[in-house]
């Protein structure tokens, strides 16, 4: 069973938004670090942003600071990724993560994935 879930992804135009959103199937990450990461063919999946098991710390790639916002609902189940001001190189497959840990880790540190979900950014 995969132990996450995202949805949200589709087709959007430059400059518009859209929410995904990672819940957990089955086991709960209530007390784990949570992040998005993304990856286009051909390219190592990068990170994108991360939240700290309380909601307290944030992290964002430079390439997505002011535009993206990462938040999880108060129950710590299902995280969410708000994008805005949507470009075409945001077109990836976007991930989610749980990591093994509560604080922002390392990128190694992420050991649980969803399926993941497609973004396309049109111009």
């Known amino acids: 069973q995969v132990p996450l879930q995202e949805s949200g992804g589709g087709l959007v135009q430059a400059g518009g938004s859209l929410r995904l959103s990672c819940a957990p199937s089955?086991?709960?990450?209530?007390?784990?670090?949570m992040g998005w990461f993304r990856q286009v063919p051909g390219k190592e999946r990068e990170f994108v942003a991360a939240?700290?098991?309380?909601?307290?710390?944030?992290r964002y790639a430079d390439s997505v600071r002011g535009r993206f916002t990462i938040s999880r609902e108060s129950a710590n189940i299902t995280v969410y990724l708000q994008m805005n001001s949507l470009k075409p190189e945001d077109t990836a497959v976007y991930y989610c993560g749980a990591a093994i840990v509560g604080y922002i880790p390392s990128t190694s540190q992420y050991h649980f994935w969803g399926q993941g979900t497609q973004v396309t950014v049109s111009s």
């Open positions: 939240i700290s098991w309380d909601g307290a710390n944030t």
């Open positions: 089955g086991s709960s990450f209530s007390r784990n670090a």
